[in-house]
């Protein structure tokens, strides 16, 4: 009995304030480390920077207008691809679990074009729709939209048989059996798929931005890439990575709020 009662006991786990501080140490310790090793020239500064100069350069971009300005051309590709991939990925995903037919219908069309490199796309849409917003909001969708039909359709193909019949015992029509049940057995599945799908949505819109943008993060990264303004492009990588982790952390939140009606 003590065995297993030690066995079921909840391992004790470090105070959250403990664990930030050691890792806010470590970032310390690895900044420090880092402008010595720059400041010395340890470092070639033609590849590569260290934190006061990417400051600096972060500061002027911010200063002059230029992060804002394209800040906003990449949020605007991002957050209409998004969303559009939400509505258009949760609705075929959920309506390919509950309606068989449908599904097997649906499902070797999903895979086949799932399985495409969705970045090789982005020259095709070049050519039909030029550079432009439209371009870079449907390679987002693209990039975004597969996780979460697949997540969908998983979570509502998998809802519990037994919860479908208890529920058509109590008289729920098709309609209230979808909405009660189905949907609420499918929704940590379907909240995956948006978390998988936020990241990707991230990647697609910056490396479209590369290839076929006249601004936005993603062309000031490469511009300043082939103009060797190392500590501009190292500002850019980090405004990039920061939007990306506010992106996730909104994700999560999305995620607690979510699986309240689960």
Same mark, same amino acid.
């Given at each position: 009995?003590?065995?297993?009662?030690?066995?079921?006991?909840?391992?004790?786990?470090?105070?959250?304030?403990?664990?930030?501080? *050691?890792?806010?140490?470590?970032?310390?310790?690895?900044?420090?480390? @880092?402008?010595?090793?720059?400041?010395?020239?340890?470092?070639?500064?033609?590849?590569?920077?260290? +934190?006061?100069?990417?400051?600096?350069?972060?500061?002027?971009?911010?200063?002059?207008?230029?992060?804002?300005?394209?800040?906003?051309?990449?949020?605007?590709?991002?957050?209409?691809?998004?969303?559009?991939?939400?509505?258009?990925?949760?609705?075929?995903?959920?309506?390919?679990?509950?309606?068989?037919?449908?599904?097997? *219908?649906?499902?070797?069309?999903?895979?086949?074009?799932?399985?495409?490199?969705? *970045?090789?796309?982005? +020259?095709?849409?070049?050519?039909?729709?030029?550079?432009?917003?439209?371009?870079? *909001?449907?390679?987002?969708?693209?990039?975004?939209?597969? +996780?979460?039909?697949?997540?969908?359709?998983?979570?509502?193909?998998?809802?519990?048989?037994?919860?479908?019949?208890?529920?058509?015992?109590?008289?729920?029509?098709?309609?209230?059996?979808?909405?009660?049940?189905?949907?609420?057995?499918?929704?940590?599945?379907?909240?995956?798929?948006?978390?998988?799908?936020?990241?990707?949505?991230?990647?697609?819109?910056?490396?479209?931005?590369?290839?076929?943008?006249?601004?936005?993060?993603?062309?000031?990264?490469?511009?300043?890439?082939?103009?060797?303004?190392? +500590?501009?492009?190292?500002? @850019?990588?980090?405004?990039?990575?920061?939007?990306?982790?506010?992106?996730?952390?909104?994700?999560?939140?999305?995620?607690?709020?979510?699986?309240?009606?689960?």
């Amino acid at each position: 009995m003590t065995a297993v009662a030690d066995d079921a006991a909840p391992r004790r786990t470090r105070p959250a304030t403990g664990t930030r501080a *050691i890792s806010a140490g470590i970032l310390a310790v690895i900044l420090i480390a @880092w402008e010595i090793a720059g400041q010395a020239q340890y470092v070639n500064p033609f590849f590569f920077s260290w +934190p006061s100069a990417i400051l600096q350069a972060s500061w002027k971009l911010i200063a002059n207008g230029a992060l804002a300005q394209n800040l906003v051309v990449t949020a605007y590709a991002y957050l209409v691809g998004v969303f559009a991939a939400i509505i258009v990925g949760s609705a075929l995903g959920l309506a390919m679990g509950w309606w068989k037919t449908f599904g097997d *219908i649906i499902d070797p069309y999903v895979v086949f074009f799932s399985a495409m490199p969705r *970045i090789a796309l982005f +020259p095709i849409l070049l050519m039909v729709f030029g550079i432009s917003d439209l371009s870079r *909001i449907i390679i987002v969708f693209i990039g975004v939209v597969f +996780p979460i039909i697949f997540n969908a359709y998983i979570g509502a193909k998998q809802t519990p048989r037994l919860l479908i019949d208890a529920a058509r015992v109590f008289g729920y029509g098709t309609n209230q059996l979808f909405m009660n049940v189905v949907f609420p057995a499918a929704l940590p599945y379907l909240i995956a798929g948006v978390r998988t799908g936020v990241t990707l949505g991230m990647i697609m819109v910056v490396v479209a931005e590369f290839f076929g943008g006249s601004s936005g993060l993603g062309q000031n990264i490469a511009q300043s890439a082939q103009l060797y303004k190392t +500590p501009e492009l190292y500002a @850019w990588l980090l405004f990039t990575s920061l939007l990306a982790v506010v992106l996730v952390k909104g994700a999560d939140r999305f995620e607690r709020w979510a699986m309240r009606w689960a």
